[in-house]
């Protein structure tokens, strides 16, 4: 098997354990900031909840991640309509006047 062309892999470290992941130059910049703004997060809840363990605090971050997520596909979808929306309007517009 031969490895592929312009991957690598990138060691993650989250709560001290360390994650290899398989990505691009261009991924692994975006990696990089995923992992500061994770860590930041996780310790942000390990001082507003301090009787919660390191499981628990991943465990909330990755369910208010994925609500995020959920809300931006919402929106992009919203927007993809309105668009959509748009255009028909005009096509209308066109063929009325």
Known sequence: MTPNKGFSTVN?????????????????????????????????????????????????????????SLATRKTGQLDECMKKLGHLESLLDEVLT
């Open 12 to 68: 993650i470290t989250i709560e001290g354990r360390k994650y290899p992941v398989k990505c691009t130059s261009e991924e692994a910049k975006e990696l990089r900031k995923v992992e500061k703004a994770l860590q930041a997060q996780l310790t942000q809840y390990r001082l507003k909840y301090a009787q919660l363990d390191k499981q628990d605090c991943l465990s909330m971050a990755l369910i208010e991640n994925q609500m995020e």
